[in-house]
Structure formats: C-alpha cells, structure tokens
C-alpha cells in the first residue's frame, strides 16, 4: 500500500463514544434498569454471536467478599438472559441482565464499570479502551489470531494485563486497581471519514 494512500487515525466507533453523556441521561438510564448509583458495577460482556462465560462467572463471584452488583450484558443470547434471570435471586449480590443494549447505554456501562469481563474482541474492547474502563479478558476458550492483535495493543499501552484461563476462578483475578488503557478520541468522526473520502477519490466525478 503507497504510503500516501495510508494514515494512522483514531478508532471509529457509534455515535455516543463521541459526545458527552449528561448527569440526566445517566441517572434515568440507572433508574430504568434498577442499577444503584452507590455500588460498584461489575460488568460481563457478550460478543457479536451471544458466546459467554456468565454462569461460571456468577459462581465465581460467590467467593469474592465485596458490596457490588453484576450487570451481565446478554446480547441475543435469549437462553443466557432467561437462566440468569432464574436463578440470581439466589445470589447476594444484585444481578442485572441485559439484552441488547444501545450505544448510549454502552458508553454509560463502560463510563461507571469497575471492569469488563470479555473476551478481547476488536469492537468491546476498543470502546472500553476509549472510555478507559480497566478489562479482565476471557482467554478461557483460547484466542482468536485477530484477538492477538488486540491483546497486543494493550500489552504495548499497559504496564501489565490480567488474562483469565478460567472464569470459575475470576474472584481470585479481582484488585482494587485493575490495569487500564485509555486513549483520546475526537469529538467527531469527521476528520476520519474525510480522510476517507480523500484517499479513495469518492468525491472526483
């Protein structure tokens, strides 16, 4: 590729990764799910195709000696969703399943979390970065050869990494100062789509 037809920008992501979220907008948004506003948020995510570790992780937690509360992210994930909203009553701490949830209400979760539990997929992982929310990744069902390069962006921006082989032990994994990756965006993704447009000439007739 000729070095004039590349740039090096930033990531491009939904709209609310770009903006500021108001005070307003997140407390009707943790009003509406019952998410208290006082307590940690620890935050399990789910990739594009519902694949999770939720279960073992919920069980997991049961060691861990701490006042939080659980939000599992269940995407499309129907069977998950409905497992876990079965049993967490049976939990001490406060279980909050979701579906799918929009870009605004991801932001906010990612904003407030103490962490992310997920796997080093390009999409979660570049918008917890962005909004600098500390991520223990799930390597438990190994790793994908386009998560490595995942994995090693943050390796190359972090002093260190936690990696979990084993979500039944992830009370073991839990510090009160998780490692995290943060990086500036723009306030618009303007300046990436120009660049677009330039390089690729869409705007000659």
Not at 49 to 60: A, C, D, Q
Not at 75 to 101: M, T
Request: glycine letters at 6%; charged letters at 25%; aromatic letters at 6%.
């Amino acid at each position: 590729m000729p070095a004039q037809k590349t740039q090096v920008v930033g990531p491009l992501l939904r709209k609310a990764f770009y903006g500021e979220i108001s005070e307003q907008q997140k407390r009707s948004f943790l009003t509406k799910h019952d998410i208290s506003p006082n307590l940690p948020i620890f935050l399990l995510g789910t990739g594009a195709n519902g694949v999770n570790r939720h279960l073992n992780v919920l069980h997991s937690l049961k060691k861990f000696n701490a006042d939080y509360q659980v939000i599992a992210l269940c995407g499309k994930n129907d069977n998950i969703y409905h497992e876990i909203l079965k049993i967490k009553d049976l939990f001490k701490f406060k279980i909050i399943p979701l579906r799918i949830i929009d870009d605004e209400e991801m932001a906010l979760l990612l904003q407030n979390a103490s962490f992310l539990f997920a796997r080093p997929g390009a999409g979660m992982t570049t918008e917890a970065i962005v909004c600098g929310t500390p991520i223990i990744f799930d390597i438990s069902r190994g790793v994908m050869p386009q998560e490595i390069n995942n994995l090693n962006f943050w390796r190359n921006r972090s002093d260190s990494i936690v990696l979990c082989r084993n979500p039944k032990i992830i009370d073991q994994l839990i510090e009160p100062r998780l490692p995290k990756v943060k990086i500036g965006m723009d306030s618009s993704p303007k300046i990436i789509i120009d660049r677009l447009v330039e390089i690729c000439g869409c705007n000659k007739r």
